[in-house]
């Protein structure tokens, strides 16, 4: 199979700003590309506590029926810390105690899904680190769905690690509802819930989109949040942060005016200037917004390549584009086809063709 190859510029300009914030640990990144913007040891594994959740609620999303009712069981009574006091036998969807989970920390409610989805702690925990290693946590290890640890053993992981799990995680429709829900209402078989969520970020920032804390006495403060404005999707982590919110506010400012947001793929107006296929139609399924410096402008550029094939029908994936920044690759959209179907015009009738017509009747 022989390969197209066209690759264009395109350009833009902005500023930037200076900050300090007070965690050990943190990583801001594009939530489009998965693209670090600014870090800080981002490497550096420590316990992560309730943060630990975002991969609780994946991980039940991923692989069970969220209309399943659980009845929840005596394991329940390890639980301790945070917790949406929930009653041995009692029975409620496991959606609900997703947002019980997210929203209120509620470490019996991990307990609970846990056991609910593999039928233990143990398979659940194999689940998430098999899940983590998929997608590249390299620097990550869980223990337990909820993240309570104990003489220094705990889920360990990194403020780059959490960062892409996030990314990983907001790609999913049920995941992003649940993170960026403020208030909810769930009813089991005993009672009614009103729960209202943890993340203060909320009422100080109008763009925060999603969140989840996290605090141990060995672990500290940990958050991460996401927020959204002009066509720019941040993620935001920070371990061991005493001025977490502060500080997450401080680098959403920052780094929303630093970058620009580009509409580097336009599914309403994409073209390709090519002379092998006629009749042919390409197109994208999506956008693509890429997030770029003053500094970076010239060095943004789309390469498209299509694959040569003698057949052509609708919704044939033909090639790919790949939106990069310098030589880092910052996205890659697929490319489908559509044959177009050109009519020809009815040739006007001479004078012999009529009468030869005319007498082909008798």
């Known amino acids: 199979m022989k390969k197209i190859v066209v690759s264009f510029l395109l350009f833009i300009i902005l500023p930037m700003n200076i900050f300090a914030i007070s965690a050990d640990k943190a990583v801001v990144m594009d939530l489009n590309s998965g693209r670090v913007l600014y870090d800080l040891n981002k490497d550096e594994p420590q316990l992560i506590a309730s943060i630990t959740k975002i991969m609780t609620c994946l991980i039940a999303i991923n692989y069970s029926d969220l209309d399943k009712i659980v009845v929840v069981d005596e394991d329940i009574l390890k639980a301790y810390g945070s917790s949406v006091y929930l009653e041995v036998g009692e029975e409620i969807k496991l959606i609900d105690l997703l947002y019980g989970l997210m929203l209120r920390s509620g470490n019996d409610a991990a307990i609970a899904i846990a056991n609910t989805v593999a039928a233990s702690e143990e398979a659940f925990v194999y689940l998430m680190n098999e899940y983590a290693s998929t997608i590249g946590m390299n620097n990550t290890k869980f223990v337990n769905p909820h993240g309570l640890d104990s003489n220094g053993v705990g889920n360990v992981s990194t403020a780059y690690d959490m960062a892409l799990l996030t990314k990983v995680a907001m790609q999913n429709e049920t995941f992003r509802s649940i993170f960026g829900t403020q208030e909810y209402q769930a009813t089991s078989n005993l009672k009614t819930y009103n ?33 959204s404005r002009d066509n720019k999707n941040l993620v935001v982590v920070t371990l061991n942060d005493g001025n977490d919110f502060n500080d997450h506010k401080s680098l959403y400012e920052t780094y929303f005016d630093k970058y620009m947001s580009i509409l580097a793929i336009d599914k309403n107006n994409f073209r390709i200037d090519e002379d092998y ?6 197109y994208v399924k999506n956008d693509y917004y890429a997030l770029v410096t003053k500094e970076e402008k010239d060095d943004l550029k789309l390469n498209v390549t299509l694959f040569k094939y003698d057949d052509i029908y609708e919704g044939i994936k033909i090639g790919e584009v790949k939106v990069m920044l310098g030589d880092t690759l910052l996205h890659t959209e697929s490319i489908y086809a559509k044959k177009i179907e050109v009519k020809e015009e009815k040739k006007k009738d001479g004078f012999f063709s009529k009468i030869i017509r005319w007498f082909s009747k008798w």
């Open 277 to 282: 296929y006629e009749d042919v139609e390409f």
């Open 195 to 227: 729960w209202e969520g943890k993340n203060k970020l909320f009422s100080m920032y109008e763009y925060t989109t999603g969140g989840k804390t996290g605090y141990t006495d060995a672990a500290h403060r940990t958050l991460v949040t996401t927020a």
